[in-house]
């Protein structure tokens, strides 16, 4: 797009400059210009200002006014697009940085999350391996050691341990239990069953 507007812009000027020297040409004689002209390297503002300046000093001697407004507005545009474009590509540029940064972030969320679920899994195969344990000591017990071990244990602890054990070994720990932890015990167990 740039590089549309700098062709129109140079067409517009070529034909200003055509047209302005057709009409000196017509009107008075123009003086050659010297062969020996010193050549000058411009900044980009530089430039700029002495072609404003150059365009304006052709276009008054034309006496076309309105070419002068409109050249000038032409080139203030042209200025005014460029910042924009500057200013376009400096927001582009910091959006591809934030978006590399996020991107970073959320791998790093990605590998704490699946760090901490691996965390809770092998938590969880060593909570079984533990209850397996407890399973082959309280089956290997006398019922009523078992009962009173049990009893001591916290309701899911207890119901895990059950729950593994063989039916039979099951009902008679129940009987050997007080009758309220008993009671408890068995409410939990069913639940755990369905």
Known sequence: MNKCILTVFTTIFSL???MSSTIFAAEEKIAPAPAAAAKREYTAEEFHKA???EVEKVLVKTKQEKFVEITKELLNKEQEFKVQTLALERE???LD???REFEKKVQAFFSLQQKLLGCLESQDSL????IDHMVDVVSNMKPDSAAQLL?????????SILGKLD??????IFNLMD????????????????
């Open 179 to 194: 009758k309220e932890i008993s009671a408890r015990l068995q409410k939990q167990y069913l639940n755990m069953k369905k």
């Open 167 to 172: 039916a039979v070994k099951v009902s008679k």
């Open 51 to 53: 072609l404003l300046e």
């Open 97 to 99: 940085m934030n978006k």
């Open 151 to 159: 009893s001591a244990q916290e309701v899911e602890l207890a119901v």
């Open 92 to 94: 582009r540029e910091q």
């Open 16 to 18: 200003i400059c055509i």
């Open 127 to 130: 909570k079984d391996k533990r």
